[in-house]
């Protein structure tokens, strides 16, 4: 064998070396989402409350027949240092459907769309189905940082690196944004006022999403209806047409949120959105 043809055979070796390597990354990832879902965990110090949206769009959407995940989890400071029973974490019980949420038929800019949420139980710890901080969500939190894909391995406070769209311009995106898709996230304080720390990530590389910290649901509302809201304006309180972002809004009021806008632009199948938001201690 030739010293080239060697040279050839270690080349494709390597590459296939990687290429597995890569496969069996993909492959845990996998299988991570499924564990976790029946996985709970309880801790002392934080209450948490992690919920899932799905979106499917109706032919009235230029998008349809796209659809999107919302995957939010939610990380704030307990009222006090020990639970009632009622606060207990309860075990999700798969032989009641209404756990599993169901469809419900909603319209935004005139436009139709159906929506099926997995337990947001409104800022309460007792959630269902799966409980945050459970070991595969360690796991997959090492993976992702040693793959870049995460800035710490801090499991209460989720960090993403910052990554602008750039399939088009942040004019393109303002101008897409009046008839684009919105979700409303509450944020779970106990203080009147608090410090929040947030990341957000879609997997879709071809479009941008925006961020925006709104004063309560009414701008959500307003938002639905006219294309137009109010939102903090402070350094770190909103981001636009990005792929990834982390960043910190000071200063949050009670009642207030976070709205995610995503815009009518959306070429695959589904689209998953991430979203992780931590009060800071004050």
Same mark, same amino acid.
């Given at each position: 064998?030739?010293?080239?043809?060697?040279?050839?055979? &270690?080349?494709?070796?390597?590459?296939?070396?990687? %290429?597995?390597?890569?496969?069996?990354?993909?492959?845990? #990832?996998?299988?991570?989402?499924?564990?976790?879902?029946?996985?709970?965990?309880?801790?002392?110090?934080?209450?948490?409350?992690?919920?899932? %949206?799905?979106?499917?769009?109706?032919? *009235?959407?230029?998008?349809?027949?796209?659809?999107?995940?919302?995957?939010?989890?939610?990380?704030?400071?307990?009222?006090?240092?020990?639970?009632?029973?009622?606060?207990?974490?309860?075990?999700?019980?798969?032989? !009641?459907?209404?756990?599993?949420?169901? =469809?419900?038929?909603?319209?935004?800019?005139?436009?139709?769309?159906?929506?099926?949420?997995?337990?947001?139980?409104?800022?309460?710890?007792?959630?269902?189905?799966?409980?945050?901080?459970?070991?595969?969500?360690?796991?997959?939190?090492? !993976?992702?940082?040693?793959?870049? %894909?995460? #800035?710490? =391995?801090?499991?209460? =406070?989720?960090? &993403?690196?910052? *990554?602008?769209?750039?399939?088009?311009?942040?004019?393109?995106?303002?101008?897409?944004?009046?008839?684009?898709?919105?979700?409303?996230?509450?944020?779970?304080?106990?203080?009147?006022?608090?410090?929040?720390?947030?990341? !957000?990530?879609?997997?879709?590389?071809?479009?941008?999403?925006?961020?925006?910290?709104?004063?309560?649901?009414?701008?959500?509302?307003?938002?639905?209806?006219?294309?137009?809201?109010?939102?903090?304006?402070?350094?770190?309180?909103?981001?636009?047409?990005?792929?990834?972002?982390?960043?910190?809004?000071?200063?949050?009021?009670?009642?207030?949120?976070?709205?995610?806008?995503?815009?009518?632009?959306?070429?695959?199948? #589904? *689209?998953?959105?991430?979203?992780?938001?931590?009060?800071?201690?004050?």
């Amino acid at each position: 064998m030739s010293v080239l043809s060697q040279k050839s055979s &270690f080349s494709k070796l390597k590459n296939m070396k990687i %290429l597995l390597a890569v496969v069996g990354i993909a492959a845990i #990832l996998a299988a991570l989402d499924v564990v976790e879902f029946y996985m709970p965990m309880e801790f002392d110090d934080m209450s948490v409350n992690r919920h899932s %949206l799905y979106v499917h769009l109706d032919p *009235v959407w230029a998008s349809y027949p796209s659809n999107i995940v919302f995957d939010v989890t939610s990380t704030w400071n307990k009222s006090n240092a020990t639970m009632d029973e009622s606060q207990k974490y309860v075990p999700f019980d798969e032989t !009641i459907p209404e756990n599993y949420g169901k =469809n419900e038929l909603d319209t935004m800019h005139d436009k139709s769309f159906v929506r099926l949420s997995h337990q947001n139980n409104q800022c309460q710890y007792n959630f269902q189905p799966h409980h945050y901080r459970s070991t595969v969500d360690v796991i997959r939190q090492n !993976i992702e940082v040693a793959m870049g %894909l995460q #800035l710490t =391995n801090d499991p209460y =406070n989720i960090q &993403f690196p910052n *990554v602008k769209n750039t399939s088009y311009s942040d004019s393109d995106q303002e101008s897409k944004l009046p008839t684009a898709f919105a979700h409303f996230i509450p944020i779970c304080m106990i203080n009147d006022i608090s410090n929040f720390d947030y990341s !957000i990530r879609i997997d879709d590389k071809t479009i941008g999403a925006n961020l925006y910290f709104v004063p309560s649901i009414s701008e959500f509302n307003s938002y639905k209806e006219t294309g137009t809201f109010f939102y903090y304006t402070e350094s770190g309180c909103f981001a636009k047409n990005l792929i990834s972002h982390s960043g910190t809004c000071s200063n949050v009021s009670k009642d207030s949120g976070i709205m995610i806008i995503i815009p009518d632009d959306i070429s695959r199948s #589904l *689209v998953k959105t991430t979203v992780n938001i931590y009060e800071k201690s004050v």
